[in-house]
């Protein structure tokens, strides 16, 4: 059973950084597609980026791109995924989740779906 733990939101001013945190334990394959998604008030959920755990390949949605990272700490028991957000938007404000799901030799994009969800963690900029 895998379990996702986000931490890092809060509040913080346009133009600054934030750096989210997702806990994940429970087996996690080598070849997992990770990502970020976030959802603002009112409107549907929004892949932001994704890792393939194997290779380290990324993915960005074209609103974040150059300006978030995302990144990976492999080390067990528990595996880390990291987002670092960077020129923060009054629009960046949502709630962010992060994600799951094995994929083999599958598509890992920062669009696809997930099947391991955390319960989120609210970034405010303004």
């Known amino acids: 059973h895998v379990q996702l733990v986000e931490s890092g939101g809060g509040w913080v001013q346009p133009r600054g950084s934030l750096r989210l945190s997702c806990a994940v334990s429970?087996?996690?394959?080598?070849?997992?597609?990770m990502g970020w998604f976030r959802e603002r008030a009112g409107e549907g959920r929004e892949g932001v980026a994704s890792?393939?755990?194997?290779?380290?390949?990324?993915?960005?949605a074209y609103s974040v791109k150059g300006r978030f990272v995302i990144s990976q700490d492999n080390a067990k028991p528990t595996v880390h995924l990291y987002l670092e957000m960077n020129s923060l938007k009054p629009e960046d404000s949502a709630m962010y989740y992060c994600?799951?799901?094995?994929?083999?030799?599958?598509?890992?994009?920062?669009?696809?779906?997930?099947?391991?969800w955390g319960k989120g963690t609210q970034v405010t900029v303004s």
């Open positions: 890792i393939y755990t194997q290779t380290g390949y990324t993915s960005y």
């Open positions: 429970g087996y996690i394959a080598s070849t997992t597609c």
């Open positions: 994600a799951a799901i094995p994929v083999g030799h599958g598509r890992c994009t920062h669009d696809r779906a997930m099947d391991y």
